[in-house]
Structures are given as C-alpha cells and as structure tokens.
C-alpha cells in the first residue's frame, strides 16, 4: 500500500510559480508511476501530467505544456511539479496518485491510490 500526501498549494497571482509535492510512504515507490491531476470547482477532476517510475519521462497535457514540469526523487519517495507562468484557469485542487503503468490513458479509474489534495489559487 502507499499512502501519498501532497502539498506546495496556496494562493499566487497570475505569472507566478509554484511547485508541488507529492511524498510517498512505501518501499515499493518507485515501481509506480505517478500522475497529477486536478479539479477545478463545478468541474470534473483532470489529468495534468505523469512522470514514469525512474523519472526519465514525463507528459503533460496541452494547456500546460512548456509552463508544467514533473521530476521524481526515488530517493526521498517524493515527486515534484513545478508550475510556471500560471493562469487563473489553472485554479483547482491539485491530487497526486500512482498506478503501475505509465503511457498515456491517465483515466481516474486507473489511479490505484490517490492523494488528499493540496489548494492551487490564482487570483489577482
């Protein structure tokens, strides 16, 4: 079992940064991979990005392409996304959760453990 605890959420203005933690308890951690996701209010949650089991590759989708980064330290159990130039379209609550498989085809049911989110605001 993992267990996943996010945060580096808060409230930033537009253009600014952040970045967000995802810390894993388990050995087996790194034979996960891990995605972002996020839910914005009033609307369903959304993948954002994945980063595969060594860190050697990661995807994001198109909205935040070039401004998302996703890294990984096995080390520490622990995956980082840094969040650039951000949008107020990019407000929502941001979750961490693992599955087994990378590629693509990030669908909620797939995730086998989730996070409990962390609070991405921006706003003027």
């Known amino acids: 079992q993992v267990q996943l605890v996010e945060s580096g959420g808060g409230l930033v203005q537009p253009g600014g940064s952040l970045r967000l933690t995802c810390a894993a308890s388990?050995?087996?951690?790194?034979?996960?991979?891990v995605g972002w996701f996020r839910q914005a209010p009033g609307k369903e949650r959304e993948f954002v990005a994945a980063?595969?089991?060594?860190?050697?590759?990661?995807n994001v989708v198109d909205s935040v392409r070039g401004r998302f980064s996703v890294s990984r330290d096995n080390a520490k159990n622990t995956v980082y996304m840094q969040m650039n130039s951000l949008k107020p379209e990019d407000t929502g609550v941001y979750f961490c959760?693992?599955?087994?498989?990378?590629?693509?085809?990030?669908?909620?049911?797939?995730?086998?453990?989730w996070g409990q989110g962390t609070q991405v605001t921006v706003s003027s």
């Open positions: 980063i595969n089991y060594s860190g050697s590759d990661e």
């Open positions: 959760g693992v599955r087994e498989s990378y590629g693509t085809g990030w669908r909620l049911s797939s995730v086998v453990y």
């Open positions: 388990g050995s087996t951690f790194n034979t996960y991979a």
